[in-house]
Every structure is written in C-alpha cells, then in structure tokens.
Nanobody, 131 residues
Framework: QVQVVESGGGLVQPGGSLRLSCAASGFTSDYYAIGWFRQAPGKDREAVSCMTISDRATYYTDSVKGRFTLARDNAKNTVYLQMDSLKPEDSAVYYC????????????????????????WGQGTQVTVSS
C-alpha cells in the first residue's frame, strides 16, 4: 500500500524560502511519479511541480519556474520542493501526491492531469507568505 507523507510548511515573509518534503513508500520500483499541488481558499487545486522518479524528469508550472526546485534523496525515498523568492500568491495548502508511472505520459502530461487521477495523497501542509 502506497503512503505519502509531506511536511515542511510554515509562515515566511515575501522573498523568503521554505523546503517541503514528500516521503513516499510502498512502491516496488522507481516507476512512479511525485506531484506537488496547492490549493488556496476558494480556488481549485492546481499542479505546481512533478517528477518522474525513474528518470528524474521534472515539470514546473510557469508561475514557479526559476523559483521552485525539485530534488530527490534516494536513500530516504524523499522528494523535496525547494521554494525560494516566495510571494504572497504562493500561499496555499500544499499537497504531495504519488502515482505509478506507466511510461505512457510525459511528466508534464502527468502533472497536468486532473488531481483526482493521482491515486495517493498526503495530508497537506500550509504555506503562508506574509509580512
């Protein structure tokens, strides 16, 4: 059974940084993907960034390109979302999701699928960017 646990949210001033962690367990190979999504009050859940673990391919939505970076720690089966130059509009609950990578879709295609397609989700962590 796949389990996903994320952590690392908090309150930060504009221009500051946070690092979110996503630990996924239960996969029997590296053919899976990790996705970071966020949902602000009154808005739909949106994809932020995704990685396919087997090839480390990544995708970033335009609004975070150049500011957010994904990294993988093999020993810990953990994917990190490093968020720099944070803006108030980045404030949201951030969710980590995981799903099998059947090698049919690119990482961008997987990331832009409706969130309901992703099979396993963490509990969410609040990120607030405010002065």
């Amino acid at each position: 059974q796949v389990q996903v646990v994320e952590s690392g949210g908090g309150l930060v001033q504009p221009g500051g940084s946070l690092r979110l962690s996503c630990a996924a367990s239960g996969f029997t190979s590296d053919y899976y993907a990790i996705g970071w999504f966020r949902q602000a009050p009154g808005k739909d859940r949106e994809a932020v960034s995704c990685m396919t673990i087997s090839d480390r391919a990544t995708y970033y939505t335009d609004s975070v390109k150049g500011r957010f970076t994904l990294a993988r720690d093999n020993a810990k089966n953990t994917v990190y979302l490093q968020m720099d130059s944070l803006k108030p509009e980045d404030s949201a609950v951030y969710y980590c999701a995981a799903d099998h990578d059947w090698r049919i879709h690119t990482v961008q295609q997987m990331c832009l699928m409706p969130p309901r397609v992703w099979s396993s989700w963490g509990q969410g962590t609040q990120v607030t960017v405010s002065s």
